[in-house]
């Protein structure tokens, strides 16, 4: 079981968008501080993320350590505010040296829900900043990513193995957590 004040540093490099860091943060969950902090700055420093519903799920609210922390939009779709939304959140996450996932979908996928019902093969837009990221200088080929009204787009078929094999083993991931 972690606690959620745990914290691993992983001191390589990652590159995503036109940001660049190292030293990276791995925390227990979301009463860390580290956490505590990104929401904070993102309702302080984002304000156009009012527009959406702004949620937080996976590894960052599970039993283990994430390397990422992952966040949804959810709402209407507007390309230009969503954009705003995506380069202050990655942005900020790359200033407190948190990898954050943040993605816009039209509508949210309960991993919760999926691993009570076992539900297979829901397809999912999901929108990013950016086509372009790497670790330790290896890049990762997301030329599937389509640029749309200037953010990139891609079509995600929810669940993931990792998601099968965890269910199978009767685990029940907890809901998304709604932030915004």
């Known amino acids: 079981m972690v606690n959620n ?27 860390h501080p580290l956490f505590k902090t990104l929401v904070s700055r993102i309702k302080s420093d984002v ?19 994430s390397w990422d922390i992952d966040l949804a939009l959810i709402g209407e779709y507007n390309p230009k505010l ?5 380069e202050g959140i990655v942005k900020i996450g790359f200033d407190l040296h948190l990898y954050v996932d943040v993605q816009y979908q039209h509508k949210l996928w309960r991993i919760d ?9 829901e397809v999912h837009e ?3 900043l950016s086509n372009y990221f790497s670790r330790d200088g290896e890049v990762e080929d997301l030329t599937h990513y389509k640029l ?3 953010i990139y787009k891609r079509d995600v078929i ?18 998304p957590l709604r932030l915004v």
Request: aromatic residues 22%; glycine residues 10%.
């Open 5 to 31: 004040f745990d914290t691993n540093v992983w001191y390589g490099t990652i590159e995503y968008h036109s940001y660049s860091a190292t030293n990276w943060f791995s925390i227990g969950g979301i009463e």
């Open 47 to 65: 304000p156009e993320v009012y527009n959406f519903e702004l949620y937080t799920m996976g590894g960052i609210l599970e039993d283990w350590m």
């Open 82 to 86: 969503i954009k705003k939304c995506f």
């Open 113 to 121: 829900t999926y691993s009570k019902t076992g539900q297979l093969d």
């Open 126 to 128: 999901n929108y990013e």
């Open 148 to 150: 749309v009204d200037g």
């Open 158 to 175: 929810y669940p993931f193995p990792k998601h099968i094999k965890k269910q199978q083993e009767g685990y029940v991931y907890k809901s």
